[in-house]
């Protein structure tokens, strides 16, 4: 995939709030062109943010995104991918686990759409969990809905929320599904089901069209939860089950 407008708009706001320290990665090597259908949007979306920059100056030659990062303050970015002829700075499999070297590396690490093709996801979200260091920021912007043939994966925001607030214990700054198109329909913000103890209702609320799961965490110095993770509502279902169950009497074993 690449940065389009709409994700240019969420990185430029990000770049308001958050300059990583070290160095940055880029999952698969994301173009960036700009969309003449949103011209107005990308020089828009620069002004909100107080940022004296014009949209061609942020565009390299050969079509690829490194310029737009450095430019925007989110470091010189590496880049990560399985194929050669793109000419990543690092090549990895992400089915695969990365090496230890890689280990705490980035302050900084950008998914575009690069996991939704990845038949391994939760091996490759525990390598961006390794690769970042504490305190460094992983944001994931990848299919919701209305991909269907794009990748192998469509992604819940449940996903977010198990995996990386109660597996990894990071904290989760955004959760958001976002339209393709900018300005098509207002994002839609995704709370913690293990907090409000209900799932999402999204019936008549997801606008048609293609739709990102776009999430922002932040890696701190805990480590990631050994087993698997469970689905939270289903988990919170269960542990009040079981604490209305009534014991069995008589049915102990007495030492």
């Known amino acids: ?17 958050f300059q990583p320290e070290g160095r940055s990665l880029m999952l698969g090597r994301q173009s960036f062109r700009i969309e ?29 995104s490194e310029k737009l990062f450095a430019e925007l303050g989110l470091g010189e970015i590496e880049t990560m991918d399985y194929a050669s002829f793109e000419g990543p700075s690092i090549e990895q499999d992400l089915n695969q686990p990365v090496p230890e070297s890689l280990y705490n590396q980035f302050g900084f690490i950008f998914d575009g759409g690069t996991i939704e093709h990845v038949f391994n996801v939760p091996q490759a979200l525990e390598n961006v969990f390794h690769m970042l260091k ?62 409000t103890g209900r799932r ?8 048609t069209g293609r739709m990102y799961l776009y999430y922002e965490v932040e890696k701190t110095d805990e480590t990631l939860s050994s087993g698997s993770v469970l689905q939270s509502d289903y988990e919170r279902f269960w542990d009040t089950a079981a ?13």
């Open 243 to 255: 604490q209305d169950t009534p014991k069995a009497e008589g049915k102990g074993v007495s030492i």
């Open 1 to 17: 995939m690449g940065v389009d407008c709409t994700l240019f708009q969420q990185l430029v706001e990000l770049s308001t709030r």
């Open 134 to 195: 504490p305190g460094g920021r992983f944001v994931s912007a990848n299919g919701m809905n209305g991909w269907v043939g794009h990748g192998m994966y469509q992604f819940s925001p449940e996903l977010v929320w198990t995996f990386w607030k109660r597996k990894c214990h990071a904290n989760v700054h955004m959760c958001a599904g976002i339209h393709k198109i900018p300005g098509r329909a207002d994002p839609l913000n995704f709370p913690d089901a293990a907090e």
């Open 36 to 64: 003449r259908q949103f011209a107005r949007r990308y020089d828009a979306a620069l002004r909100r943010a107080g940022l004296e920059k014009r949209r061609f100056g942020l565009v390299q030659d050969d079509g690829f």
């Open 200 to 207: 999402l209702k999204l019936k008549g609320k997801i606008p």
